[in-house]
């Protein structure tokens, strides 16, 4: 075998491929004399060799040969130390010496699915809520309406661990260094702090996710908008959030045991979070869409306090910012899921991404063999039927029709529910600006639509046979329109009918008049609008007109 071995390390392509064949056959495998040469040939560089040791060695002894042969940068030994520990359940401890090996071995790969292996993810369900609050600092005001898609945020803050994995890797630049900031290359569990703004999107690139947005980060800190902190409205204490007087920074692992289910984990407290975000002294001109702020100053927004913030100080929409390019031990990294940018170029794109298709994302094929999804290329699944991957549904949420589909797992799907509570609270808004003077009243008085009702079949409230005509008798200044009872009739993608009764005032006439309505509500311009409005108490005109 001697011969072969030299003419293999020399380059000779027949040598490499006779002593692949000598060492994987039957004979050669069972003898046990062959160990020491299988040994020396995986500390030289033959993956094979390797291979062999960790499939046929017991794991104790095959460990021996293959970590100094992994810190030796050979990567197929790298391999084997994996494959033997994720074999025996490893623990925590070997964990992190196999991150160390790997990295530094130049597994990059495998180093960042580790990594992402200890992300938590939790699914915010989208929704509208009031961003800011008129009661506050003046960078807390206009409060304003913010509809914020479906996201998921990270239950913890990003660990040191896995921070120090991404500059194992070659990818990030080392943390800060100072008091109160982790160790280089520390491994343990602690929040991930003393990073820039820089850093952190950089990290965030490399583990395929993002920094949440600033509406994103108050939409989960007030729990989708309808509490006063991220458990509730009871005011923080230490086991809900750490603040000052409530100790120093402990493992995520620690900290999550006291977290809400449900709930992303140190919201409040802890680290403070960078964001996406740049920072502007109001919310004048704010997006209201979720997304993020994005021209502007040099610094960047940080939301939640920290472990030294008094009691008095903190709340879900509180806002601070500092320069991006500062690294502070009182802010850490939160991520969020990805929504890949668009390109055109490589250079437009962070990391180990390409511009494919229009769109930054890992390096991944489009028609491959695939047996999961990040296999493939952005914006493609992997077909469990065909083994390869196919073009997805949809990509994003603006590729769905309706104001509720969504794109969760590459296809669309609808929350009729909330779209028709949405359309619901549409239209009390409008009853609330037609009684300010601000909107006006759309009736068929003078023909009885009930008989036309179910005329046609394409919409039940017949509204091709029906011509909108402004009722002059109530738009006047001071009429007044109560809402008693609103029923729903129907709901599909992008259209919700309503039964509506109540009273109207005329100041014209100085009386209220009982009156039923039919509401259409349709979906149009990106937001709910009123598309017919049928008066059914008008006196019958003797027969329906089309």
């Not at 160990?35 to 060695?57: I, S």
């Not at 006063?228 to 204490?237: D, E, I, Q, S, V």
């Not at 230490?238 to 999550?256: I, N, P, Q, Y």
Request: one cysteine or more; glycine letters at 8%.
């Amino acid at each position: 075998m001697g011969l072969y071995e030299v003419g293999c390390s020399k380059g000779d392509k027949v040598a490499c491929e006779a002593l692949r064949r000598l060492l994987l056959s039957p004979i050669l495998g069972q003898s046990p004399e062959l160990q020491e040469d299988f040994e020396r040939l995986c500390l030289g560089g033959y993956g094979v060799a390797c291979a062999w040791l960790y499939e046929h060695l017991d794991a104790e002894v095959a460990l021996q040969t293959l970590e100094p042969a992994c810190a030796a940068r050979v990567g197929e030994a790298c391999e084997g130390v994996i494959h033997i520990q994720e074999r025996r359940d490893a623990s925590p401890e070997e964990i992190e010496r196999l991150i160390t090996l790997s990295c530094l071995s130049g597994i990059a790969t495998r180093c960042r699915q580790i990594a992402q292996a200890d992300l938590n993810w939790i699914e915010v369900r989208g929704g509208a809520f009031t961003m800011g609050t008129q009661h506050g600092e003046a960078n807390e005001r206009p409060a304003h309406q913010v509809r914020v898609p479906t996201f998921k945020l990270t239950r913890s803050e990003v660990t040191t661990r896995q921070y120090s994995a991404c500059v194992l890797a070659g990818v990030c630049s080392p943390a800060g260094q100072g008091a109160n900031c982790p160790a280089p290359l520390a491994m343990d569990r602690t929040p991930a702090r003393c990073v820039t703004w820089a850093q952190a999107r950089r990290l965030a690139s490399w583990l395929e996710a993002r920094l949440p947005t600033e509406a994103e980060w108050e939409f989960a800190a007030t729990a989708r908008g309808q509490r006063a902190w991220p458990w509730g409205h009871a005011k923080p204490n230490c086991s809900r959030a750490l603040l000052v007087g409530c100790g120093m920074l402990a493992s995520v692992d620690l900290r999550e045991k006291d977290c809400v289910k449900g709930i992303p984990c140190d919201l409040i407290g802890g680290v403070s979070e960078w964001i996406e975000d740049v920072y502007h002294g109001d919310y004048n001109d704010a997006p209201l869409d979720g997304s993020a702020v994005t021209s502007g100053s040099y610094r960047r927004v940080v939301r939640g306090g920290s472990y030294t913030t008094p009691l008095e100080e903190i709340s879900a929409t509180r806002r601070a910012d500092t320069p991006s390019e500062a690294s502070s031990p009182l802010i850490g990294i939160r991520l969020a899921t990805r929504d890949y940018p668009r390109c055109r170029r490589r250079e437009d794109c962070l990391g180990e991404e390409h511009c494919i298709d229009g769109h930054c994302a890992i390096k991944k094929c489009r028609d491959c063999p695939c047996k999961h999804h990040n296999k493939c290329v952005y914006g493609y699944i992997c077909s469990s039927k065909k083994g390869k991957c196919i073009k997805a549904a949809c990509q994003s949420d603006s590729d769905c029709p309706g104001l509720y589909s969504s794109c969760r797992n590459w296809r669309c799907v609808e929350d009729k529910e909330h779209s028709v509570k949405d359309a619901i609270n549409t239209y009390r808004d409008f009853v609330k600006a037609f009684n300010q003077g601000n909107s006006y009243l759309y009736f068929q008085t003078y023909m009885n639509p009930i008989p036309c009702w179910y005329r046609s079949k394409k919409n039940q409230f017949g509204i091709e046979h029906i011509r909108k005509k402004r009722d002059p008798y109530f738009n006047n200044p001071g009429s007044r329109l109560m809402i008693s009872q609103v029923t729903l009739q129907h709901a599909s993608v992008g259209e919700v009918g309503l039964a509506v009764e109540g009273s109207l005032y005329s100041s014209l006439s100085k009386q209220h008049l009982p009156i039923k309505l039919g509401i259409l509500m349709v979906h149009h311009g990106g937001r709910w609008r009123i598309a017919a409005e049928v008066n059914t108490n008008a006196p019958p005109p003797g027969k329906c007109r089309p």
